[in-house]
């Protein structure tokens, strides 16, 4: 079955740029569905960040469209998530998750902490 | 965006018992609702998606019904693994949005 695995720096500098990769295992990431991220600072609730397809097309939340960019690379099976001019609001679990809209698989999440 | 707020914000039960919790939207979203379960430090697990279809492999004592602006998660006896933070998701349009979360303790 799918599954899902994030990757990347687990320490950002205020102002910087959050960059994470999720690496799709067990399938192609060309399928009928999204891909999205979604996250949750400690100790509080879950927010989507933005999805993107196979082909390119994205969606994002309009909180954070300004500053987000979400790929996707056909050839390495994997996508990719990010975030500019970042701040300690930023620091969350980062997750990566199958949508069907719905989010039915999901990574193991990766904390990043936004910090000097 | 759509605004989900999910009723009650905590609860303590007994396992055996019936529990409910209760999620509503601030327009209507049709059954486009969905319900997951998360244990700390673990990674949300998807139970109920179209408001009342059961995941695979989830358990028949978790069901979900509701349309339009009201839902609800029912878990039928609860069992000493129930015990988590509950999330309700609209998936009616984008921004995608999540309720606040319902944590259910042992009473």
């Known amino acids: 079955q799918v599954q899902l695995q994030e990757s990347g720096p687990g320490l950002v500098k205020p102002s910087g740029t959050l960059s994470l990769t999720c690496a799709v295992s067990g399938g192609s990431i060309i399928s009928s569905n999204w891909w999205s991220w979604v996250r949750q600072p400690p100790g509080k609730g879950l927010e989507w960040i933005g999805e993107v397809y196979h082909g390119g097309d994205t969606n994002y939340n309009p909180s954070l469209k300004n500053r987000v960019t979400i790929s996707v690379d056909k050839s390495k099976n994997q996508f990719s998530l990010k975030l500019r001019s970042v701040t300690a609001a930023d620091t969350a679990v980062y997750y990566c998750?199958?949508?069907?809209?719905?989010?039915?698989?999901w990574g193991q999440g990766t904390l990043v902490t936004v910090s000097s | 965006d759509i605004q989900m707020t999910q009723s009650p914000s905590s609860l303590s039960a007994s396992v055996g018992d019936r529990v409910t919790i209760t999620c509503r939207a601030s327009?209507?979203?049709?059954?486009?609702l969905n319900w997951y379960q998360q244990k700390p430090g673990k990674v949300p697990k998807l139970l109920i998606y179209?408001?009342?279809s059961l995941q695979s492999g989830v358990p028949s004592r978790f069901s979900g019904s509701g349309s339009g602006t009201d839902f609800t998660l029912t878990i039928s006896s609860l069992q000493v693994e129930d015990f988590a933070t509950y999330y309700c998701q609209q998936s009616y349009r984008t921004p995608y949005t999540f309720g606040q979360g319902t944590k259910v303790d042992i009473k």
């Open positions: 179209d408001a009342s």
């Open positions: 998750a199958r949508t069907f809209a719905y989010f039915d698989c």
């Open positions: 327009l209507s979203i049709s059954s486009r």
